[in-house]
């Protein structure tokens, strides 16, 4: 199977004992990160993604602590397989999930990885 990006946040994330997908499931229960691709190229193997991580949560205290523990996890080196660097962008800043009423908090990654 190709190399995903999101793929790899999912699993990380899951693997750390966060709920992660790709995008929210209708009956997922609270908390759970959501790992979206946002922008960023590939050249020569080399893939340059920006990743969203949305963080909902029961409470906005829950959602905040939750994208700042995975902030810090990040700003101290662990990150998913193939990827050699990761810059956070922005975050974790409140982005309120108006369709569900539910709190989210964001957080958006620069990386660098390896297409293998």
């Known amino acids: 199977m190709p190399y995903s990006i999101t793929e790899q946040f999912v699993s990380w994330l ?13 009956n997922v229960q609270t ?4 790992v979206e691709r946002v ?3 590939v050249e020569d193997m080399v893939d340059r993604p920006q990743i ?3 963080v909902w949560a ?3 205290a829950e959602a905040e602590s939750l994208a700042t523990g995975i902030r810090n996890l990040i700003a101290l ?6 990827v050699l ?5 922005t975050g974790p800043y409140p982005f309120w999930d108006e ?3 539910m709190p989210r908090y964001q957080i958006v990654i620069d990386c660098t990885a390896i297409i293998e």
């Open 39 to 41: 922008g960023g190229g």
């Open 52 to 54: 969203a991580l949305q």
């Open 99 to 101: 369709s569900t009423g």
């Open 58 to 60: 029961a409470t906005e």
């Open 77 to 82: 080196g662990s990150r998913p397989h193939g």
């Open 14 to 26: 899951n693997s750390l004992g966060y709920t992660a997908s790709t995008y929210p499931a209708a």
């Open 85 to 89: 660097s990761a810059f956070i962008n």
């Open 31 to 34: 908390p759970f990160v959501t």
